[in-house]
């Protein structure tokens, strides 16, 4: 599979900010964990639907483990269909991803 170009994982999400100009609004740092460089913020002010911003920040924060197993996942299935691979396809692992991508664990 193509290297795309992008930041690899491991990611890390860090609450920036709880407040801002008195009110609660919580703000989120996506980090690479490898050189800790803020790599998106989530929940800047003046976006809408602002209750969501926690879990739009775990999922993004969770991409590359989705990633990983996605591509896991696809291998297995290829290999299966190839007559290489004799047993089940364990999604296990894909469905461990999405659930604490999702916060449901």
Request: proline residues 3%; glycine residues 6%; charged residues 25%.
């Amino acid at each position: 599979m193509k290297d795309l170009k992008h930041t690899h994982g491991p990611y890390k999400l860090q609450l920036i900010e709880e407040e801002h100009h008195g009110y609660k609004w919580k703000t989120y740092c996506i980090r690479s964990a490898k050189t800790n460089v803020c790599l998106s913020v989530v929940g800047a002010v003046d976006r809408y639907e602002s209750e969501r911003i926690p879990a739009t920040a775990l999922l993004m924060s969770k991409a590359p483990e989705l990633l990983e197993a996605l591509r896991d996942l696809l291998v297995m299935v290829e290999q299966k269909n190839a007559g290489d691979y004799s047993g089940n396809v364990d999604t296990s692992e894909a469905i461990k991803a999405i659930n604490q991508a999702t916060g449901e664990n």
